[in-house]
């Protein structure tokens, strides 16, 4: 399985803001964003020529990140999206939103995209009473979401639930019993990730 395993608080630095790449630490003094503010690498205190291919290519590569998406997986969520009917941007959130191990982190089950894939892949998880064991598994209303019985996790996903204060509306969790149920996709306005999805949009449009 083919995953990002560079820094994830230089991630965050060079998008300029909190992406919320490492859980509980994200909450912390010792966030990267915090402690520097600026971009990483010998340049990153140096101006920045703004063009408006600069903004596109930096909001898709946020968007990228933030979902802990790979380059040419993203590509195909977008392919994807613009095959729907509705509007293309909205489609590739939703989309992005409805993966299992984003979903994870909706609920409050686990503290961030990669401590919810690593999760998945143990196969401590169930959708609908059936182990599944790959993170981009897509989610449908109806669905029930359960911890498996024997899993070893119980304790980490418990404490992952206390870093969590709202869920939302489109998923219904029971942080005691670890269950949940998908209700419906997401409207564009309870999607709370940090993106201008117009932008991503134009840029694969050119």
């Known amino acids: 399985m083919a995953r990002d395993t560079s820094p994830q608080c230089k991630q965050c630095r060079r998008e300029g803001q909190k992406l919320f790449l490492k859980g509980e630490r994200c909450f912390t003094d010792k966030c990267g964003v915090e402690r520097r503010s600026y971009p990483p690498g010998e340049h990153g205190r140096g101006r920045l020529r703004q063009s408006e291919y ?9 968007t990228r990140r933030y979902y802990q998406v790979l380059e040419k997986q993203f590509r ?28 994870l982190v909706r609920l409050g089950f686990a503290a961030s995209r990669r401590q919810a894939r690593q999760l998945i892949n143990h196969g401590h998880w169930m959708v609908n009473g059936r182990r599944v064991d790959i993170p981009s598994y897509q989610v449908r209303p109806e669905d029930i979401i359960s ?5 070893s996790a119980t304790e980490t996903v ?3 639930t206390e870093l969590v204060s709202t869920v939302p509306a489109w998923l219904q969790a029971d942080h005691d019993a670890l269950t949940a149920k998908v209700l419906r996709y997401p409207e564009r306005s309870e999607i709370s990730a940090p993106v201008q999805e117009q932008l991503i949009v134009e840029l694969y449009s050119k």
């Open 54 to 62: 600069r903004l596109q290519l930096r909001e898709k590569q946020k």
């Open 76 to 103: 195909a969520y977008y392919e994807k999206a613009s095959r729907q009917d509705g509007v293309t941007g909205e489609n590739l959130l939703r989309l992005l939103e409805s993966r299992l191990d984003n979903v």
């Open 147 to 151: 911890i498996k019985p024997s899993s």
């Open 158 to 160: 418990q404490r992952a």
